[in-house]
Every structure is written in structure tokens, then in C-alpha cells.
């Protein structure tokens, strides 16, 4: 199976703050990665997909970018609506697999 | 648009049995997808079904798992057996959506997710 390691699995900021994400996979998977934003009690988002297209209806302050073994997201000014734990998924070979999520909590 | 529904309690040893209705579109020509998240393992995919049968499941369960679709009902369908406590989890049914030029894929939407515990 493909491991995904996130870091830091926990970070606080402050709303205005830019904020970045990584993901490492333990093989290439080119850019088959996509980002998913989860809330309290909500299922999963999908964000971002093929590691860097920002889906249809999310904000442009998200972007995501790499290839590989390394991929970053990042928000670039934390706004309060964005506080929530982020997940990276490899879709490129089954089982497919999620990161064990970044939580981003209020400074 | 897809909402999951089925016991949220089951007991040890038993089966597992969940249901994702679709709305809004049809389960025809496309992928299914059930994903589970526990404190333990976190996200967990389980498998993917498309509507024609075809099926792949994740070998960690160990051959478990079924999925099947009932395209009349616009529902697919989650069986998981022999379960034990390490099986408690939130479950989500969600579309696993593919670009057919390069292969991308990704899960969306999803449906709100069902908490079932296992537990005498």
C-alpha cells in the first residue's frame, strides 16, 4: 500500500494567516493526488484534485501544488470558515489511501 | 445527493448492511464508492463498485466486503462480515468520479456519513 504522511498533523493560526500543508507519499504517484477539507460532524470535501486543479466553487485562496513523493497545500490567508482538518489522498493505485489529516485550529 | 442509511448498531460476528440512495442522478455508467473513518485508522477506503458489477475492494478486509447496485432503486449497497469492534466507524458512501483522459480520479460528493458501532 501507498503511505501518505502528513505534516504537521496539527497546526495553529491566525484568520489573515498563510498556511501550508505537505504530503508525502511513499512512492511516486505523479500527480495523482487530490485535497479534501473536513468539518466537525461533515463529511470530507474534495478541495483539490490531480494535485493542483482547484475544484469548481472553492475559494481561491487554496492552492495545491507537486508531483511524485511531495505535495503542498496551501491557503493563503486563513479565513474563519477554514478552520478544519485537511486530508491528501493518492488515487493512483488501489487500495487507495488518505493521509492521517492536518488539523488547523485557531491561534 | 447521496445519503446513507442502515442499522447503526450491529453485533459482533454479524453482518454489516448499508444502503446509499442517490439523488439527483443515476447510478448508471458510473462509480461507487464506500469509505469509512474511525479515530483509530482514520480514513479507510473499503471499495469501489461500478454499476455495471464490476468490483475492487481493499485487500485489508480480507474478502469481507460485497458491494453491489441496484440501478431500478437508484441505490448501491455495503455488506461487511464477520464484523468486530475494530469495524466501528462513521461510513460514507461517495461518487468516485474519473477523468477519462488521464485517469484522475476523486471522491465526490459524499454522501453525510452513518455511524455504526459494534457492540453486544
Known amino acids: 500500500d501507498i503511505q501518505m504522511t502528513q505534516s504537521p498533523s496539527s497546526l495553529s493560526a491566525s484568520v489573515g494567516d498563510r498556511v501550508t500543508i505537505t504530503c508525502r507519499t511513499s512512492?511516486?504517484?505523479?500527480?495523482?493526488l487530490n485535497w479534501y477539507q473536513q468539518k466537525p460532524g461533515r463529511a470530507p470535501k474534495l478541495l483539490i484534485s490531480?494535485?493542483?486543479s482547484l475544484r469548481s466553487g472553492v475559494p481561491s485562496r487554496f492552492s495545491a501544488s507537486g508531483s511524485e513523493t511531495h505535495f503542498i497545500l496551501t491557503i493563503s490567508s486563513l479565513q474563519p470558515e477554514d478552520f478544519a482538518t485537511y486530508y491528501c489522498?493518492?488515487?493512483?493505485?488501489?487500495?487507495?489511501?488518505f493521509g492521517g489529516g492536518t488539523k488547523v485550529e485557531v491561534k | 445527493r447521496l445519503q446513507e442509511s442502515g442499522p447503526g448498531l450491529v453485533k459482533p460476528s454479524e453482518t454489516l448492511s448499508l444502503t446509499c440512495t442517490v439523488s439527483?442522478?443515476?447510478?448508471?455508467?458510473?462509480?461507487w464508492s464506500w469509505i469509512r473513518q474511525s479515530p483509530e485508522k482514520g480514513l479507510e477506503w473499503i471499495g469501489y463498485?461500478?454499476?455495471?458489477?464490476?468490483?475492487n475492494y481493499n485487500p485489508s478486509l480480507r474478502g469481507r466486503v460485497t458491494m453491489s447496485v441496484d440501478t431500478s432503486k437508484n441505490q448501491f449497497s455495503l455488506k461487511m462480515s464477520s464484523v468486530t469492534a475494530a469495524d466501528t466507524a462513521v461510513y460514507y458512501c461517495?461518487?468516485?468520479?474519473?477523468?477519462?483522459?488521464?485517469?484522475?480520479?476523486?471522491?465526490?460528493?459524499w454522501g453525510q456519513g452513518t455511524l455504526v458501532t459494534v457492540s453486544s
Open positions: 461517495a461518487r468516485r468520479e474519473i477523468e477519462s483522459s488521464k485517469d484522475q480520479n476523486w471522491f465526490d460528493p
Open positions: 489522498q493518492q488515487c493512483y493505485l488501489t487500495p487507495f489511501t
Open positions: 490531480a494535485a493542483s
Open positions: 463498485m461500478y454499476s455495471t458489477g464490476s468490483a
Open positions: 512512492q511516486r504517484i505523479g500527480t495523482y
Open positions: 439527483g442522478g443515476s447510478v448508471k455508467n458510473d462509480y
